[in-house]
C-alpha cells in the first residue's frame, strides 16, 4: 500500500518567514495530494491540493509543488503569520478511491 | 450547514465497557472513513465505507466495528474498549469519486 513520509515533525519560524514542509510518497499511481490544516481542537481542515497534472498550484500566500518523477511533493507558506500556527498534514490517494494515506503531521509554531 | 457531526466529543470509559461513538454527515456523501489519530503516528484509518451496506477494513482495524445502515451515519464501536485505544478520533466523509474530505470535530477517548 502507499507509504507517505513527511518532515520536518516541528517547525519554528518567525512571523514574515517562510515555511516549508516537505512529503514523499511510495505508490506511483497516486495521483491527488491534499494537505490540510488541523487547528487545536478541531478536525483537519482542507487548505490546498494537487493533482498529478499539475506541477505547481498557489492560492493566496500558501503553493503546493509536486515533482512525480521524484515523488515528493511539498507545501510553501510566504509571509507566515501567528495564526498559521498548527498542524499541517499531507496526503496521498488514488483519486476516485476515495483513500487518503496521511503523512505524520508537521507542527508548524510562528512566533510574533 | 455542511458538516460530519460527531457525538461524543469527549468520552472516558473503563475497560471492556462496550461504546459507540456516533458519526453523521448532512451532505449525501458516499464515502465515510474513521481515523484514529496519536502523537507522532499521525491519521491512521480503521475503517472505511464507499456506500450503504458496504464496509472495509482500513489499516488499524483490530478492536473496532463499524456499520452503514443509512447513507448519513456511520458509527464507529468498540465492544471491549482497552487502553491502547485511548486516542483522538475522526470521523470523515466524501463524495463518491473526490478524495476531498470533510473532517467532523473529533471524539477525544480514555479508557481506563
Known amino acids: 500500500g502507499e507509504n507517505v513520509e513527511q518532515h520536518p515533525s516541528t517547525l519554528s519560524v518567525q512571523e514574515g518567514d517562510s515555511a516549508v514542509i516537505k512529503c514523499t510518497y511510495s505508490?506511483?499511481?497516486?495521483?491527488?495530494f491534499p494537505w490540510y490544516k488541523q487547528e487545536l481542537g478541531k478536525g483537519p481542515q482542507l487548505i490546498i491540493d494537487?493533482?498529478?497534472?499539475?506541477g505547481e498550484k498557489k492560492d493566496q500566500r500558501i503553493a503546493v509543488t509536486l515533482n512525480k518523477t521524484a515523488k515528493h511533493f511539498s507545501l510553501h507558506i510566504t509571509e507566515t503569520q501567528p495564526e498559521d500556527s498548527a498542524v499541517y498534514f499531507c496526503?496521498?490517494?488514488?483519486?476516485?478511491?476515495?483513500?487518503?494515506?496521511f503523512g505524520k503531521g508537521t507542527m508548524l509554531l510562528v512566533s510574533p | 450547514e455542511a458538516q460530519v457531526t460527531q457525538n461524543p466529543r469527549y468520552l472516558i470509559t473503563v475497560t471492556g465497557k462496550k461504546l459507540t461513538v456516533t458519526c453523521s454527515q448532512n451532505m449525501n456523501h458516499e464515502y465515510m472513513s474513521w481515523y484514529r489519530q496519536d502523537p507522532g503516528l499521525g491519521l491512521r484509518q480503521i475503517y472505511y465505507s464507499m456506500n450503504v451496506e458496504v464496509t472495509d477494513k482500513g489499516d488499524v482495524p483490530e478492536g473496532y466495528k463499524v456499520s452503514r445502515k443509512e447513507k448519513r451515519n456511520f458509527p464507529l464501536i468498540l465492544e471491549s474498549p482497552s487502553p491502547n485505544q485511548t486516542s483522538l478520533y475522526f470521523c470523515a466523509s466524501s463524495k463518491a469519486g473526490e478524495a476531498e474530505a470533510f473532517f467532523g470535530q473529533g471524539t477525544r477517548l480514555t479508557v481506563v
Open positions: 494537487i493533482r498529478s497534472n499539475v
Open positions: 496526503a496521498a490517494s488514488i483519486r476516485g478511491y476515495s483513500t487518503l494515506t
Open positions: 505508490d506511483s499511481a497516486s495521483n491527488y
